[in-house]
């Protein structure tokens, strides 16, 4: 069986500014990855090179033993940290775009988190807070079945009882075997669905450890980040 | 998937566009029914409104087609269009052809609405309307050698077909090579003055090319035929030269457009 994902030697520079630095990485189906690091370590644009938004790289990335392109984006569900979403849509229209384009997308699923969330499908994008844009998203990323899930930020700037309720939609939506990765912050919110933690500084692999390994050491992954990345405290 | 992408295409175009249409269709009835009802400053006013109306579904639909790619491609919509298990080439190709679709439809509208305003201010309404287009029908019917009529009007169509494919892949040229990295932080000047440089060479190159390159197309009362002048003293001549350059051009812009989204330009 292929790796999920699998990144060789990967680099990534805007101009002068060289962002990942030779990153290896490496991981099976069937895990929740958190992928942390403080700002502007290159999470984000590690994300977008799995995901295919970003192409002119160094080194060798796989997803499901594929190099990025139509295939690993058919597998591949994707949350930015922006709305993507075309404000003229209505909620049900992005739910059918979604279904027109992703094989994987089950469309049942995503007009009852709709319901649950308390979002009405007729209501145009443009006229949703933010929140709301960003609940519509979440339940259209979590509604395919897809083999990886990237979802880059997806608890900044809300609160914790709605910290909460995402985590929850993540937990209880994403397919059986497949992989989530996750980039955050917000540590203490996360820690507790990590089966892995990645954390990448300076544009390298600072830590990649499972969870099972940080609890024998005795120690959070709060406390292992701190460690970690002191250089910036 | 390309199916797909050109149906959400034209919901988009429709959302953006549409509007103006509406108004054009209102403001051509409030005059229609100023004429019905007599009512001369209903008529002046319907008749300005209308003429602005026709400038405004030029301008509406050309700022549409360039807003559209611009945002669904390079600003945060392009998050979600890249990440569509669908190729950039099939992205654009999309984009062009409902492009193309809009901008042609927004020809015929105001040379629509134009004629039917010099129809009006020649005073043909009614049954001269009627009795010109009769004639006009008529003598089509007289020329003896129908087959020309067809060749001529479809040369003419292909001619206008390609200007707009042009155009369009100009615009989408302009608008990617300014979100390469260099050029990304200025917002939209780099994509004016890229595309008024494009443009005005794409011009002047096309017409040197008419001018001094001795083979044409020209279409004259005798029909349409080869010829091996590069000026005509009669009739419209098009060099065969310029209409080969603008095709390759056209193929050009559209492949670098797709180059630079595969190779050159990351997201903001």
Redesign the interface.
């Known amino acids: 069986m292929s790796k999920i994902i699998e990144v060789k030697g990967l680099q990534k520079s805007?101009?002068h500014n060289q962002v990942l630095r030779g990153l290896d990485l490496s991981y099976d189906q069937g895990q929740i990855i958190g992928l942390l690091g403080p700002n502007g370590c290159g999470k984000t644009s590690l994300i977008?090179i799995l995901?295919?938004?970003?192409?002119?790289y160094e080194g060798e990335v796989l997803i499901d033993g594929h190099k990025p392109g139509?295939?690993t984006?058919?597998v591949?569900a994707?949350l930015?940290e922006?709305?993507?979403?075309?404000e003229?849509m209505k909620a049900k229209?992005a739910i059918d775009?979604f279904q027109?384009?992703?094989a994987d997308f089950d469309k049942a699923k995503a007009m009852d988190m709709l319901t649950r969330f308390r979002l009405d499908p007729n209501q145009k994008i443009k006229t949703m807070s933010k929140g709301m844009q960003e609940k519509l998203q979440l339940l259209i990323v979590m509604s395919r079945a897809a083999k990886l899930y990237c979802l880059d930020e997806p608890l900044g700037g809300v609160d914790p009882a709605t910290r909460s309720a995402i985590l929850d939609v993540i937990m209880n939506n994403y397919a059986d075997k497949s992989t989530v990765l996750i980039s955050t912050h917000l540590i203490n919110d996360v820690e507790r669905i990590f089966n892995s933690v990645l954390m990448i500084g300076e544009g390298r692999v600072k830590l990649d450890a499972s969870i099972d390994e940080i609890r024998e050491s005795g120690r959070s992954v709060e406390d292992i980040f701190k460690e970690v990345f002191s250089f910036g405290w | 998937m390309v199916g797909k992408l050109i149906k959400n295409e034209f919901k988009a175009g429709l959302h953006s566009i549409a509007p103006i249409y509406v108004a054009a269709v209102a403001a051509v009835g409030f005059m229609a029914l100023a004429l019905a009802f007599e009512i001369a400053w209903l008529t002046a006013i319907s008749l300005v409104a209308v003429i602005v109306i026709a400038l405004g579904i030029l301008i509406v639909t050309l700022i549409s087609v360039v807003s559209n790619f611009n945002k669904t491609l390079f600003r945060d919509q392009g998050y979600l269009s890249f990440t569509l298990p669908v190729t950039s080439g099939q992205l654009l190709f999309a984009k062009a052809l409902s492009s193309f679709v809009w901008i042609l439809l927004s020809y015929i509208a105001v040379i629509g609405i134009f004629t039917g305003i010099f129809l009006y201010s020649s005073d043909m309404v009614g049954e001269e309307n009627i009795a010109m287009i009769k004639i006009l029908i008529s003598t089509v019917a007289e020329i003896p050698d129908t087959g020309a009529v067809i060749r001529v009007v479809s040369f003419i169509c292909i001619r206008i077909f390609l200007k707009i494919v042009c155009l369009i892949a100009q615009i989408y040229f302009a608008i990617s090579l300014s979100n390469v990295r260099p050029f990304q932080r200025q917002s939209f000047l780099p994509a004016i003055l890229i595309f008024v440089v494009i443009y005005g060479v794409m011009n002047t190159v096309s017409t040197l090319l008419t001018a001094y390159v001795p083979l044409s197309i020209v279409i004259s009362v005798q029909g349409i035929e080869l010829s091996n002048r590069a000026m005509s003293a009669g009739g419209m001549v098009y060099g065969v030269a310029d209409i080969i350059f603008e095709f390759v051009m056209t193929t050009l812009f559209f492949y670098l457009s797709t180059w630079f989204m595969n190779h050159k330009i990351n997201l903001k």
């Open positions: 805007y101009g977008k995901t295919g938004l970003i192409h002119d139509i295939y984006k058919s591949t994707y930015p922006r709305t993507y979403l075309p003229w229209d775009y027109d384009f992703f």
